[in-house]
Structure formats: C-alpha cells, structure tokens
C-alpha cells in the first residue's frame, strides 16, 4: 500500500525512479488510470516502432490528452483517419517552410530576449513556453497582437499546469462534472475553442472570396482539405489546438533545458558559442542533440494494443511479462521509454554525463534516439521544434551571451505530459566575457 502511494506520487511529480536502468522497474500500476509496460531493450523498441499504427495503437494510447485536444485531434486517431490528418498536415509542416518562416523567429526571439537577459532572476519554464506560444501563435493561427497571445497563453498554462498531472493520469477525472477538476478543465477547453473559432471563422470567410488569400500555411491546408476530405469545423479546431498545445509544452520544455544546461556546463557551452561565431554550426547543434537526448521532454511514448492482437503482442514484447499478468484481458499500456533508451550504457558510454562530443563522433539508430517519437507517429512538428532550439542558441552565441541558473542539480520534475528541469527554474542571461584563450580554442575541447 505504502509502496503504491509513494510510486503514485512519484509518477506525478518526481518521476525520476522509473527513468534509471541500473535496477530498472518494468511496469507501473498507475492507479485510476493504466498499468504501464515500460520498453527499453533496442529489439523491442524496434518491434514496437515498426507495429505501431497497427499492433500499438498511438491515438487509443493518447486518450488521456482527449479533454483539451478534441477527439479528431491526430493524436487520438488511428489507422486511415490517422493517415488522413498527417497527410494535411505534414507539408506545411516541413522542413523546407519552416526555414522561410525563420525571420519572424528571429525576430519575435529578439523581442523577448531582454526579459531573459534583465538584471534579476527569472523563470525559465515561463518564458520558454511563452516565446514558443508567441512564435506558433504566429505561425499556426496567424496571430500577432500581444492580448490575443496573452489570452490565449493564459488558458493554455492553465491547462497543462500541475494540477493537470493528476487529471491527465485519472481518468475519473476526465467527465466534465461540476466543482470537479475534470469540471473547469472543460470550462478552461470552452475559452480556448471561443479563442480558435475566431479565427477558423473570419479565416474561412477570406478563404471563400480569395483561395490564394493570406493564411498561415497549417490553417490554410485545414480549410482547404475540409472539401476533399469532409470533415467539419470540429476537427479543424482540434488539430489546431494540438499544434499548438503538443508544440508550445514540448518546445518550451526543450528550451528551458537547454538553458538549463548552457547555465550548468558554462565551460561547453561557450566553447561551441564560439565555434558557431566562426561559422561552424556542428557544436552547436551537437549541443541541442545532447539536450534532446539526456532530457527529452516526453519520457514515454504510450501505446494501446490492438483488442484482438493482445497475445501476439505478449510474445513480441516478452520482457515485460509481469505487466500483462497486471494489466487483465486489454493488456497494459505499451510504453517505449525515450529516457531509458537514451541512458542505455550498452549504448551510450557514460550515459549520465552531459557530452555533446558524443553526437560529433557518432549517429545513432531511431531505437536509439528518438525524443521525437518514432515511425508512423513521428513529431510533426519536429522541424520547428529544432529549428528555434537553434534560433535561441544561435542567438546567445551571436551575442556573446552565458546563462546564469539558480539551481544546478538534476532533478527532474513532471509537468503534465513532459518532464522538466524544475518547477520553478530561476536565472538569467547574461553578456559573457571574453574567456581566456586556451578555454576557447576547439568546440572538441
Ligand atoms: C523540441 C520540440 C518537440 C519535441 C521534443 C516533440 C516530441 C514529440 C513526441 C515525442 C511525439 C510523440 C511521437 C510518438 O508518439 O511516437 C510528438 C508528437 C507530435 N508533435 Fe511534437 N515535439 C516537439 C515539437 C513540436 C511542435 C513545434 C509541434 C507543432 C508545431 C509538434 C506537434 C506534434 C504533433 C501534432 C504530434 C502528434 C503526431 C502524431 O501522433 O502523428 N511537436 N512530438
């Protein structure tokens, strides 16, 4: 009993435990919500990227983001729905646009960088998530008036805070009952539909009386699929919100890191600051690579098994026999787990030291890397998330800039679906000095 509760509150808040594999646990019992069968072995991750979408069902495995994302959000689908809503999706996505999109980053970085760089310590988490919310603000709905971005940033810190982890991880929670917390995140989903209608509406309206009108590429590939695909408003708004929920957490999870690490490993990271001010770009996203790896911001990546495929899975996934003792007749949550994977000592040398030199030397296979998930469900918004950790870095190094934080220790904490360096994680930018030389001479250092 004792155990349970202690592993409870650890999964909600501090769910460091379950990320070592020196004496690994492979399944959890999350109660209220799923046993949980903890994958980490390559093989296995391997049968369960290439099954996924058919064995393991993502969406089925996400339905605990149903409440604020919407059911045809393409987190919840699967099979050819699923198919449908990455083929909308993913070309205004790619790699190619999110480069021509690059100077309105750089330009929304260079106005909130003085808030980072004032004279006293601020939060990190904050203002990571509110520069990504700025920028996808932009990006997805075409917004850019700091009320609407305030408002809107407002309701959506509401959703993913930390009362959000206990009502993600209940599903109790989830109906929609008065005076309950399942109760105000249907009324907090309520503003944010009010907030991404008033832009579907007027957006389809301009839509109607120019097809070339000029709407930010995502929304303007919704409106125009809705006549060959036949779906309604509902699912426009669910996969806009999506974007920007599943981008502005992640992202600003992945930033605060690596802030948290520039401010930790100062020596590093000044090294590959100025091996980027003479033009090589490798260190520096070698750097962000090491971030990605050593904390992906989504430690598990939930699957649910296919009703009718639950043996044939038991003996694909035999490692975690026990939880499908656990978990009865559905079998457990299948979930590949980033962070093991990526401290796997069979794998990495010193998993638990901070190296970038490790992604100079070396790539590595997607069962070995992989914080954007992986096969069919791969993040589809990986190339913006990378691309402004690298207009952010980028940006501190073009300034000479160094991070001061206030707390240095890992310990990682769970907010909502992601982990992060701290509840709260104070510190500062500040105009580094120039370092002496020997410090400075070769990003390998
Ligand atoms: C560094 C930043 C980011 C990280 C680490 C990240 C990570 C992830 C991960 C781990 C998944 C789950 C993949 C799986 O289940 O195998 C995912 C899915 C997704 N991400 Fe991201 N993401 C980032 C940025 C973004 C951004 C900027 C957007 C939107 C513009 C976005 C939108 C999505 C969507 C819509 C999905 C669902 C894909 C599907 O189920 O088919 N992400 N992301």
Request: net charge positive; aromatic share 12%; proline share 6%.
């Amino acid at each position: 009993m004792l155990s349970t509760v202690r592993d409870y509150i650890a999964w909600l808040y501090w769910p460091r435990r379950f990320f070592s594999m020196r004496g690994k646990q492979s399944w959890l019992k999350v109660p209220g919500w799923e046993t949980l069968a903890f994958i980490d072995q390559p093989g296995e991750l391997e049968a369960v990227r290439k099954q996924t979408g058919d064995m393991f069902l993502g969406g089925q495995g996400n339905t605990f983001l149903g409440m604020v994302l919407g059911s045809q959000s393409v987190f919840l689908l699967d099979h050819d729905r699923h198919k449908m809503a990455r083929r909308i999706l993913a070309p205004p996505l790619s790699h190619t646009l999110s480069r021509q999109f690059q100077p309105v980053i750089d330009d929304i970085i260079a106005e909130e960088l003085p808030k980072l760089s004032v004279n006293r310590n601020i939060n990190i988490g904050t203002w990571s998530r509110y520069l990504t919310m700025r920028i996808l603000g932009k990006m997805v709905l075409g917004l850019e008036r700091k009320e609407d971005i305030d408002r809107l940033f407002r309701k959506f810190e509401a959703t993913t805070g930390l009362l959000a982890n206990i009502v993600s991880y209940c599903s109790y929670f989830w109906e929609d009952r008065r005076l309950t917390p399942g109760g105000y995140a249907a009324y907090l989903v309520r503003q944010i539909d009010r907030e991404i209608y008033s832009v579907i509406h007027p957006a389809r309206e301009s839509y109607r009386d120019n097809p070339e009108a000029d709407l930010p590429p995502v929304l303007l590939a919704l409106i125009r699929g809705q006549k060959e695909y036949q779906y309604d408003d509902g699912f426009i708004r669910d996969n806009l919100v999506s974007l920007l929920a599943a981008g502005y957490d992640t992202t600003g999870c992945a930033l605060s890191w690596s802030l948290f690490w520039a401010g930790k490993e100062t020596g590093i990271f000044a090294r590959f600051c100025r091996a980027w001010r003479k033009g090589d770009e490798k260190p520096l996203k070698a750097f962000r690579d090491e971030v990605l790896r050593y904390c992906p911001p989504v430690e598990i990546l939930p699957r649910r098994i296919d009703p009718e495929k639950v043996s044939e899975a038991r003996s694909v996934i035999p490692s975690v026999s026990e939880a499908f003792n656990q978990a009865g007749e559905q079998g457990p949550m299948v979930c590949p787990f980033v962070h093991r994977a990526h401290h796997n000592p069979d794998i990495y040398q010193n998993p638990d030291r901070f190296d970038p030199q490790r992604f100079l030397q070396h790539s590595h296979r997607v069962q070995e890397y992989f914080p954007f998930g992986t096969g069919r469900r791969i993040c589809v918004g990986m190339h913006y998330g990378k691309l402004i950790m690298d207009r952010v870095l980028g940006t501190l190094a073009d300034r000479n800039m160094a991070m001061k934080i206030r707390k240095r220790r890992f310990q990682p904490v769970r907010r909502n679906v992601s982990i992060w360096p701290a509840f709260f994680l104070y510190g500062r930018a500040w105009k580094d000095k120039e370092r002496k030389q020997g410090e400075c001479q070769s990003p390998a250092g």
